[in-house]
């Protein structure tokens, strides 16, 4: 409907002013209409009149073709529809955008936990996948971890200690079911080791050479690489675990830093001189040449740093994926890191650079804004937050209480907006009453048991509406704005907000409508259809499931 306006005004441009505009529509205050444009002002320049007789000239157009215009202010049009025009809308077409998104986000490594930030990350992550792929844009996801580094080697160190030795067939000893813990218990204790006294440190400072060395021979028979990779496949099948109880939609890649470095290296030393620079034996970009700040790419020992494998994981990606735009999900933290990194791929390969962005986000806080509370203990396995949720839940059974708490989780991570910290309040994201996941998942609910008792309905024509029927018909159509809004400003804040308004104004207009048994049930029985039609459009865009009863 938007852009049929916009059209529309378009072509009046043309026909009174003989002058080629693409008119922004804006949503005003309900008082003021359904839409507002500012293009009178737009066109004072060029046509040479002032903007209010402009804006006077495309109203009188608007109106002669039958839609309602008033001028404002200094020349601002706010246009009101026909009330048919609004009704017919009601079940809105989503524009197909195209192209190949390659997303990266949740980003777990190897040998370690996944925490609370993995989750908020991988939720985010997921919903914003969701939202390119209802637009109609492919898109693919994408894991990347680290399994070779200095942390990798703390945690072979661990492994060791707890084998006796290079002892792969004593790996046989850990139970299925503890293999994660296990995992996280040894990574612990080979940190701790590493910290206690520089013998340790210089040997765990060496394992991890021998990790590197494993890869670039292909070693998969030595007992060292048999611990190392049985333990590596241990982590990917707990992160998959973890991905499926979350009802997340499946990552396309797991990518290690082990796959990328080799490349990450090779686009370094291709480009010494050009881009890259030696100093005091290792390879640097400076400040001078990314205009930001000196990084150390490989180290004086020839060991790639983070920077180069993530120059690696760019190249691969776009190898694999041939994408149009590559989006990386960080914390708050990386966003400088990030910056030379893409500083130096726009070095090296300007058009592949220019595909690159990054979001950042915040921490999650809980409760009164510390970062464990009381109810959640000492909380940081990011498994424990459902589980304590789902624990919190009063449901009839255990599949609906994982499901009203997995939207709970959800719903209080994505209708925050992304960069700022999230506080966490397990009785607020559990709550079926106020801006919830519950709330909202018990309007669906409610709006799928009006629609099981409603009768089959023909085409109807629509010429009047009353004020709560325009007022849900309206916001239906706004669905594809709300859309739109998340996948331009990777905000699914936006949608959260679409979809709580949705429901709060529909039930303003099912407390005073009778919907069915009513004169104008004809009418009423579309409206609901489509806004269940569409929150649960939404809901599932957001990744958020829905039980058959709450």
């Not at 590493?194 to 050479?209: G, M, P, V």
Request: overall charge negative.
């Amino acid at each position: 409907m938007r852009d049929k306006i916009s059209q529309q005004i378009a072509d009046i441009c043309q026909e009174l002013f003989s002058v080629t505009i693409q008119p922004v529509l804006s949503r005003p205050d309900e008082q003021f209409g359904d839409f507002a444009t500012n293009v009178a002002m737009q066109l004072a320049k060029p046509v040479g009149q002032n903007p209010r007789d402009i804006a006077n000239a495309i109203a009188e157009k608007l109106t002669e073709q039958q839609i309602a215009a008033q001028v404002a202010g200094p020349g601002f049009i706010n246009i009101t529809l026909p009330d048919a025009v609004v009704y017919a809308a009601i079940n809105p077409e989503v524009g197909v955008r195209g192209g190949k998104l390659t997303l990266e986000y949740s980003c777990p490594n190897p040998f370690k936990q996944l925490h609370v930030g993995h989750l908020y990350q991988t939720i985010l992550g997921d919903a914003l996948a969701r939202v390119h792929e209802r637009l109609g844009t492919k898109v693919s996801r994408v894991t990347y971890g680290g399994d070779v580094g200095l942390h990798v080697a703390r945690s072979m160190f661990g492994i060791l200690q707890e084998l006796g030795g290079e002892n792969p067939e004593n790996l046989a000893n850990v139970p299925v079911e503890e293999r994660a813990n296990w995992l996280a218990k040894v990574y612990v204790a080979g940190t701790q080791a590493y910290e206690q006294d520089e013998a340790t440190k210089q040997a765990i400072t060496e394992l991890n050479q021998r990790i590197y060395k494993l890869h670039d021979d292909n070693d998969t028979d030595s007992p060292f690489a048999q611990i190392y990779w049985q333990a590596r496949e241990w982590s990917y099948d707990y992160f998959r675990s973890f991905y499926q109880d979350l009802a997340v939609k499946p990552f396309d890649r797991f990518i290690g830093e082990s796959d990328t470095y080799k490349t990450g290296l090779a686009l370094v030393r291709s480009h010494m001189g050009d881009v890259f620079e030696e100093s005091e034996g290792a390879v640097i970009l400076s400040k001078e040449k990314s205009g930001l700040h000196t990084r150390v790419f490989i180290t004086s020992l020839g060991l790639p740093m983070y920077e180069t494998k993530d120059l690696g994981v760019i190249s691969l990606e776009h190898q694999l994926f041939d994408y149009d735009q590559r989006i990386i999900m960080t914390g708050n933290e990386q966003k400088e890191y990030m910056k030379v990194v893409f500083a130096a791929m726009k070095l090296i390969d300007p058009e592949l650079g220019a595909k690159q962005s990054s979001l950042t986000h915040g921490l999650v806080k809980f409760g009164d804004g510390q970062k464990m509370s009381s109810r959640l203990g000492n909380v940081t396995r990011a498994i424990d937050v459902l589980i304590v949720a789902q624990s919190a839940v009063n449901a009839a059974d255990e599949q609906t209480a994982w499901q009203i708490a997995n939207g709970a989780v959800k719903y209080t991570f994505l209708k925050n907006s992304i960069g700022g910290d999230i506080s966490f309040d397990l009785e607020q994201s559990i709550s079926t009453e106020g801006n919830s996941g519950p709330y909202l998942q018990y309007a669906l609910v409610r709006a799928r048991s009006i629609m099981r008792d409603a009768p089959r309905v023909d085409q109807v024509d629509v010429t009047e509406l009353n004020a709560e029927e325009r007022r849900l018909a309206a916001w239906l159509s706004r669905y594809p704005e709300a859309l739109e809004a998340c996948a331009n400003n990777s905000s699914l804040h936006e949608l959260c907000a679409y979809l709580y308004e949705l429901s709060q104004i529909f039930n303003r207009f099912y407390e005073s409508n009778r919907v069915i048994d009513d004169p104008r049930s004809a009418i009423r029985i579309p409206l609901v259809s489509s806004y269940e039609k569409i929150l649960s459009d939404g809901l599932t865009t957001l990744g958020i499931p829905t039980p058959e009863k709450m």
